[in-house]
């Protein structure tokens, strides 16, 4: 079984900037795509940006040029760096990990906009 803890979430004022971590219980190199999704109240979980094994990366139209997502395979971590933010980036995040054969979860880090 595979653990992926996320941190670095938090309360931050519009416009502020945030970094979310996920370590890994294993090397991310064996993984197809690591990466973020996210959920707000009352809405459905939506990817927010991946990264394949060779470094391909993938956002939601809603974050590009705000985020940007990078891997540490030395260190087993994913990490999401968060630029410009706004009230509807408010949700919990998850970081995802996906083989040929199976998905993961973390259980989430809560990120709230608030002025």
């Known amino acids: 079984q595979v653990q992926l803890v996320e941190s670095g979430g938090g309360l931050v004022q519009p416009g502020g900037s945030l970094r979310l971590s996920c370590a890994a219980s294993?090397?991310?190199?064996?993984?197809?795509?690591v990466g973020w999704y996210r959920q707000a109240p009352g809405k459905e979980r939506e990817l927010v940006a991946t990264?394949?094994?060779?470094?391909?990366?993938n956002y939601a139209d809603s974050v590009k040029g705000r985020f940007t997502i990078s891997r540490d395979n030395a260190k087993n971590k994913v990490s999401l760096q968060m630029n410009s933010l706004k009230s509807e980036d408010t949700a919990v995040y998850y970081c995802?990990?996906?083989?040929?054969?199976?998905?993961?979860w973390g259980q989430g880090t809560q990120v709230t906009l608030s002025s």
């Open positions: 995802n990990a996906k083989s040929w054969r199976d998905t993961y």
């Open positions: 294993r090397s991310i190199g064996s993984f197809v795509t």
């Open positions: 990264i394949t094994s060779n470094g391909m990366t």
